[in-house]
């Protein structure tokens, strides 16, 4: 089975700042798809970021980006510019590309951000 | 399009009761699922569903059953309500899965659940 770990349960940033959230996980599989999750305080669970693992380009989407390292089974968010509608509780999920898994994801824990002025 | 919806958006129940949660998806998604979200443990899998018809267990799915009588509604329901079963509980779906998509999850709302 696979698992997701997001080792920081609560990260801490300035406004316009940057900063970077961990997640590993561990697979056998060589083929699945990697994606971060958004949660601000309304619980509406928003995607933010969505990586393919046979793709070595990293996703870039505006002001999000990921660092996909598939050998050491890392999969970060950079937030560059943050601002203050960025705090929310961050996700990653991970699923199997493999047919017959019915697209079911794996969450991690969760990292709370926080955007200080 | 409302997307995924879920009723109710917030419940309180009594130790014993039963109740059950609705989602219900205007997108024609195949797959429907639900979690449960507690603190400190991100979202776990309860139960999910391929077709209409069709459902299955996922990592979580004591103290909880579903129906899928209609493919856009997938029912969660408790017969027996207990204090461990306090949480918030996401609805999602998805398409069929076609090979290099992505097919990410669409999430409901969530409703908060709270068992005294």
């Known amino acids: 089975a696979q698992t997701v770990t997001q080792s920081q349960p609560e990260m801490s940033v300035q406004e316009a700042e940057t900063v970077t959230l961990s997640c590993t996980y561990d697979t056998s599989e060589s083929d699945y798809y990697l994606f971060w999750y958004k949660q601000p305080p309304s619980r509406q669970m928003i995607l933010v970021i969505r990586q393919e693992a046979y793709k070595q380009q990293n996703a870039t989407e505006n002001r999000f980006s990921v660092n996909f390292q598939k050998a050491a089974k890392s999969f970060s968010l950079k937030i560059s510019d943050s601002q203050l509608g960025d705090a929310a509780m961050y996700f990653c999920a991970y699923r199997s590309a493999l047919t017959g898994t019915a697209s079911k994801l794996t969450f991690g824990t969760g990292t709370r951000l926080q955007v200080t002025l | ?116």
């Not at chain 2, 979202?43 to 299955?56: D, P």
């Not at chain 2, 509980?89 to 899965?97: I, K, M, R, T, V």
């Open chain 2, 1 to 116: 399009n409302a997307g995924v919806t879920q009723t109710p958006k917030f419940r309180v129940l009594k130790t014993g009761q039963s109740m059950t949660l609705l989602c219900a998806q205007d997108m024609n998604h195949e797959y429907m699922y639900w979690y449960r979200q507690d603190p400190g443990m991100g979202l776990r899998l309860i139960h999910y569903s391929v077709g209409e018809g069709t459902t299955a267990k996922g990592e979580v799915p004591d103290g909880y059953n579903v129906s899928r009588l209609k493919k856009q509604n997938f029912l969660l329901g408790l017969e027996s309500a207990a204090p461990s079963q306090t949480s918030v509980y996401f609805c999602a779906s998805s398409l069929l899965p076609v090979s290099g998509s992505f097919n990410e999850q669409f999430f409901g709302p969530g409703t908060r659940l709270t068992v005294l």
